[in-house]
Structures are given as C-alpha cells and as structure tokens.
C-alpha cells in the first residue's frame, strides 16, 4: 500500500523557518516526481511545488518567491520542503502528493504550520 | 481567487444526481489540459475521484462521472449518499502560470 506521511509542521515565528518531510513506502519512490501542497484555513487547495524523479526539474507556485525549497533523498524515501520568511499568510495545513502525469495521487495526511507571534 | 472558479456549494437529497461545475480560461482547461477532481473531507488526506476529464481510478464508485467541454468541466454525482458530504475540487495546469491550479471548491451537502 502506498503510503505518504508528512512531519515536521508547528508553530513558527513570522520570518522564522521550518522544514517539513514527508516519509514514503508502498512504491519505487526514485521513479515518480512528487509535489507539496497546501491548504490555508478556510481556504481550497494551493499547490506549492513539484520535484522530479531525479531532482533535475523543480517548479514553485509564484507566490512563494523563492522563500521555499522542494529537495528529496531518493535512498531514505524522502520529501522535503524547506520554508524560510515565512509569514501569517504561509498558515496552513501542508500535504505532499505522488505525481501521476499531472494529477496527484495518492496525498498524506497533511501537518499543520501555524504562524504567528 | 481562484483561476479555476467552482460554486462554494451544492446540495441534493439522498438518490438525487448534483453537478458540479469547473470554470477555466484558454491558459488551462481551454489549451486541452485535463481536468482532474479530488474528494476532500476534513482533517484526512484528498482523494482522487476523476483524473484525465472522466477516468475513475479503481476503487471509485461509477455513481461518479466527469466531462469537459471548452473552458469548463463537470463532476457528475448520482444515486447521492450521505458519505458523499464533503468538499470537492477540480484542478489542472496552466500554461501562463507555468504550475498546477486549482478550484476554489464547492461543499457538498447532503440534506
């Protein structure tokens, strides 16, 4: 059974920063890129950031502006997102998604960030 | 907002058949990107309804169907049960955002 879990969220300082980690089992996780996204309370989905299989591609959602980095460890099975600057408005509930030719499938469970002073 | 504009609401009495509709521009759904669509309840991991405009991975009900036309798509839902009360979305790509969009989402409500 393919398996996400996500780690690491909680609460932060305004400017602070956090890195999230998402841990996979149930499938070959070098073969498939994979993706965060976010969802803000109150708020619909907001996708974040994709990484490729190898690393060599990476894209982040333009409201970020460079204050976030998507990295993964192929050989611990591993998704990270490291969030710096963060500010209120980065208040969310984060889950990393399996990339499948332009859906997301399957999705953790999600932790929350929260920030704020 | 969003750049694919869903209606924050639905509703239908257990049996009755909702739709709900996914509203995009000539940058996503209107270039000929697939429209994919997620069931969403609250504090639990989205799950894959429809991906590729109306293909239902296994394990999903045929009581859910998808389409798209144009700049818009549809999630079909018929034969409404009370678990189906959750928030739904669509999403897809868009090419002048370089990145994956999504609706705003629409909550189902069963009455």
């Known amino acids: 059974e393919v398996q996400l879990v996500e780690s690491g969220g909680g609460l932060v300082h305004p400017g602070g920063s956090l890195r999230l980690s998402c841990a996979a089992s149930g499938f070959t996780f070098s073969s498939y890129s994979m993706n965060w996204v976010r969802q803000a309370p109150g708020k619909g989905l907001e996708w974040v950031s994709y990484?490729?299989?190898?690393?060599?591609?990476?894209y982040y959602a333009d409201s970020l502006k460079g204050r976030f980095t998507i990295s993964r460890d192929n050989a611990k099975n591993s998704l990270y997102l490291q969030m710096n600057s963060l500010r209120a408005e980065d208040t969310a509930v984060y889950y990393c998604a399996k990339y499948g030719t332009n859906w997301f499938d399957p999705w953790g469970q999600g932790t929350l960030v929260t920030v704020s002073s | 907002q969003s750049v694919l504009t869903q209606p924050p609401s639905v509703s239908g009495a257990p049996g009755q058949r909702v739709t709900i509709s996914c509203t995009g521009s000539s940058s996503n759904i209107g270039a000929g990107y697939e429209v994919h669509w997620y069931q969403h309840l609250p504090g639990t991991a989205p799950k894959l309804l429809i991906h590729?405009?109306?293909n239902r991975p296994s394990g999903v009900p045929d009581r859910f169907s998808g389409s798209k036309s144009g700049t818009s798509a549809s999630l079909a839902i018929t034969g409404l049960q009370a678990e189906d009360e959750a928030d739904y979305y669509c999403q897809s790509y868009d090419s002048s955002l370089s990145g994956w969009v999504f609706g705003g989402g629409t909550k189902l409500t069963v009455l």
């Open positions: 590729g405009n109306s």
């Open positions: 990484i490729s299989s190898d690393s060599s591609t990476i």
